[in-house]
Structures are given as structure tokens and as C-alpha cells.
């Protein structure tokens, strides 16, 4: 085991199977990236991409299908399954649409009140559920809310989009580069929490004081209904009750999984085992249909790409350029490392970036190089770089598409959330909590340095 932290003495010369990998890869990359242009789905491009390289792999030696297998982080994928299946069993209840209605009530009319109250109802949940589940939950609630207060849905969805990317960078499962780094970097769900609650609650602030600014405007509209309380009505309180329960032992375990030597997806497992107990109308068969298969099969296929990548050693190879730099300056690598994954992450989606980049990190990590920061920048990065742009994470896309569906319905285009519209007031909320960000890693770089 000493071998792996020693330095390289020989650097690692050019080889076909690096290149055959490196080919592989790029093209896979390209397809995903330009979904929108041919029209097939990302998914399909990664399991392609998938098949060609344990094939090609083969034929050159360096991978198969039992190497294949053993790329997958099944933590990751078992992980994102059973919160999946969670939140499907929870949403009938009407639980979630109780809580966008008591916070429009609490908010009297006030609509930046409304709009941080339902920013930090999203925050919140973000931490535990992914982004994506959170909007998909919260965006239809503010369209009803806002079309009963005859106010622009475009200022709360957008909210609810930054918010939620932000706050899901603060937790190991709330959001999905997050559970690759952490599975990858061995980092316990604390250890996340205490090193990016902190960068978190600095960058949140600035979004909500941005998001006032960029629509004075609209904030400032006298709504015509302030109260709600006549629509709080859970369907089915005992699975509400129950999922709740749940989720709060989850939060225990979470914290004390490594103590307990449980991997995350065991600990989220084992809630959903006993919430189907608890909630004995649960419909199995209906709540595992809601399981979003085809991100699952897009995470499988990009782990097998990447992995087959690794094998060929083009990964190492490519690390061998970096480290240089890296033991130069590690703050300033860090910095960089975060600006470009932010911009990346920013035109495309965040999660190929983070499977390319962690085996590079761990290689330079065999190599007897301090990457500790290395993995906090890279998450920060990613996460708050999808706030850039309506393509920059996947709940970016579904609040964008919903806006789309308001914008039609009402024959009102002023109602969708245009490329540009997100440009002018989304892209400068990702500057902006770049910036605080970077301000923060310098500040305190000796605390993200500690292995």
C-alpha cells in the first residue's frame, strides 16, 4: 500500500489504449452535450458510449465486462434510488402542497417575504432530497400560488432553481456530483455538512439579495389574495407522519454512518424499508414506477465510460500534466479548479464533468499529494456553476420547461423563462456566489486543507 503514495519516478508515455479511451470518451461527451441538437436522449449516448468501450476495451486489453461492473459506485446509484422512492411515496400524500400553502399565508401578501420563505422551504428540503426531486415538488406548487395572487410565477421559479442548486451543495446527498465526490473521497455526511454548510449559508444570502434586487419590479405588485389557509389539507396524514419520522432517523444515521460503518445507500435502504412498514397503503408497484430508471442507467453508463478511461491510464496520464501545478500553489489550483468547473458546469451538465475529474483527483491523490481542497472546490464548482445557465443542472431544465408550459397555456410568452431572461438574472447570481465563495476558501483555506 506504501507503493501508492509514492511519487511517479517515470512519467507514463502515450499509448493506444489511452488514446482508443480518450476517443470514446470525448465522442460519448459530445453526444451528451449536444442533446438539444440531434434529439436523443443523453441516456442513449452513455449507454452507447458504455458498450463501445467494455468492446473496444476488450480488444485491446485494458478493460471487460467484469472491470465494467466494478466501475459502477452502486453507493451512488442505491443511494439516489431509495431517496427516489422515498419522495414518490410522499408526494400523494399532500404533505409538500400543505407547506407551500402555510408559507404563502404566512407571508400575508408580502411578496419578498413569499419569496424567501419558499427559498428556504426549498433550501431546506434540497438538503435531504436532491435538486431536482425539490423542484419537481415545489414548481407546480408556486405556479397555483402565484396564479391565486395574480403575480409573475418567473421571480419564485427562478428563485426556486438557484435555491435549490445552492442548497444542495451543502449536504453528501443533496445533489448528485456530491454522492460521486463523497463516495469517491470517502467523506462522511458531517464531514461534508461542517466544510460546505458554512460557504453555503454565505452564497444563499447573496442569492436572495440579488434575486430582491433583480426584481424590485415584480416584488413590489399588491397581490389580490393573502390567506391560504382554507387549502391546507393532507391527504394521507399517516404516511406523511411517518415519512417524516423516517427522514428524521435517516438524518441520525446519516450522521453517525460511518461510526456505524453503514454506507450511505444502506442507511437511506433501510428508511425505505420502514416507511413501506409505517405507510401500510403504500402502492409499491406505483411508487417504484415514479423511480426516474433512465438517470439511473445515465449514471451506470457514465461510471462504465469513465472507468474504462481510468483503466487505459489516460486518466493518470492527463494528472501527470496537472500536479505540477497543483504542488505550486494548491490555493490557487483550488481557486482555478472551482472557476472552471463552475463556467463547465454552467454550459453543460454538471455531472460528466465530476465523473471525469474525480479519478484524475485521486490519482494525484496516490501520488502523495494533499487533494483535500481539491474536492471541496471541485464540489462548490459544480454546484453553484449550474446556477449559471438554463442548461446548468437538470432542475434549471425542469423549471425552464414548466415556465414554457405557463407561458403557452395563459398565450402570454413574457411568462417563459427565456435563455436570456436567465442570463441577465440567474447568470449573475452564479458570479455573485463565486465570488463570496472564493472569498470564503481563502479566508479559511487552512480549515478545507485538513485531510
Known amino acids: 500500500m506504501e507503493a501508492l503514495t509514492e511519487p511517479l519516478t517515470e512519467p507514463l508515455v502515450w499509448t493506444t489504449p ?15 452535450f449536444t442533446e438539444g441538437v440531434h434529439g436523443f436522449h443523453r441516456a442513449k449516448f452513455a449507454m452507447g458510449g458504455a458498450g463501445i468501450m467494455i468492446v473496444v476495451g476488450q480488444y485491446y486489453g485494458f478493460y471487460n465486462p467484469q472491470l465494467a461492473l466494478q466501475a459502477v459506485d452502486w453507493n451512488v446509484i442505491l443511494l439516489l434510488g431509495a431517496m427516489m422512492t422515498i419522495v414518490a411515496i410522499m408526494i400523494p400524500t399532500g404533505g409538500f402542497q400543505v407547506i407551500a400553502y402555510r408559507l404563502a399565508d404566512m407571508s400575508r401578501g408580502r411578496l419578498f417575504m413569499l419569496m424567501a420563505m419558499i427559498g428556504t422551504a426549498v433550501t431546506v428540503i434540497s438538503l435531504l432530497l436532491d435538486n431536482v426531486t425539490t423542484v419537481v415538488i415545489f414548481g407546480p406548487l408556486i405556479v397555483l400560488i402565484c396564479q391565486a395572487l395574480k403575480v409573475n410565477p418567473i421571480p419564485y421559479l427562478l428563485a426556486a432553481a438557484l435555491l435549490s442548486d445552492t442548497g444542495g451543495v451543502a449536504t453528501l446527498v443533496g445533489d448528485p456530483p456530491n454522492l460521486m465526490i463523497g463516495s469517491a473521497a470517502n467523506i462522511s455526511f458531517n464531514d461534508f455538512f461542517v466544510h460546505m454548510a458554512g460557504v453555503v449559508f454565505v452564497a444563499w444570502v447573496a442569492i436572495l439579495i440579488a434575486l430582491k434586487l433583480l426584481f424590485r419590479k415584480d416584488l413590489a405588485v399588491k397581490p389580490t389574495q393573502t390567506s391560504f389557509a382554507d387549502q391546507e389539507t393532507i391527504k394521507d396524514p399517516r404516511t406523511w407522519n411517518s415519512a417524516l419520522i423516517v427522514l428524521g432517523l435517516m438524518v441520525v444515521l446519516f450522521i453517525f454512518h460511518h461510526a456505524l460503518h453503514w454506507d450511505a445507500w444502506f442507511v437511506a435502504a433501510s428508511g425505505l424499508a420502514l416507511l413501506v412498514f409505517l405507510g401500510y397503503d403504500v402502492d409499491m408497484d406505483e411508487s417504484f414506477q415514479s423511480v426516474e430508471m433512465t438517470l439511473l442507467m445515465f449514471f451506470m453508463s457514465l461510471f462504465v465510460v469513465v472507468g474504462g478511461v481510468e483503466n487505459s491510464h489516460f486518466l493518470e496520464y492527463l494528472g501527470q500534466f496537472i500536479r505540477p501545478f497543483v504542488e505550486q500553489d ?6 482555478l479548479l472551482m472557476w472552471v468547473a463552475a463556467i463547465l458546469s454552467a454550459m453543460i451538465d454538471n455531472i460528466p464533468f465530476t465523473a471525469a475529474m474525480v479519478p484524475i483527483i485521486l490519482g494525484m491523490e496516490q501520488q502523495g499529494i494533499n487533494v483535500t481542497p481539491l474536492w471541496w472546490g471541485l464540489a462548490i464548482g ?10 446548468g443542472s437538470t432542475a434549471n431544465v425542469f423549471i425552464v420547461t414548466l415556465s414554457e408550459r405557463i407561458a ?7 411568462l417563459a423563462i427565456t435563455p436570456g431572461l436567465w442570463f441577465r438574472k440567474g447568470t449573475p447570481a452564479m458570479i455573485l456566489t463565486l465570488v463570496t465563495s472564493s472569498v470564503v476558501f481563502w479566508l479559511f483555506f487552512d480549515f478545507f486543507s485538513k485531510a
Open 330 to 335: 494548491l490555493l490557487l489550483a483550488t481557486l
Open 382 to 391: 459544480v454546484g453553484m456553476g449550474g446556477n449559471g445557465t438554463h442548461l
Open 408 to 414: 403557452k397555456d395563459a398565450n402570454d410568452p413574457s
Open 18 to 32: 489511452m488514446m482508443v479511451s480518450a476517443i470514446i470518451l470525448i465522442l460519448t461527451f459530445i453526444g451528451i
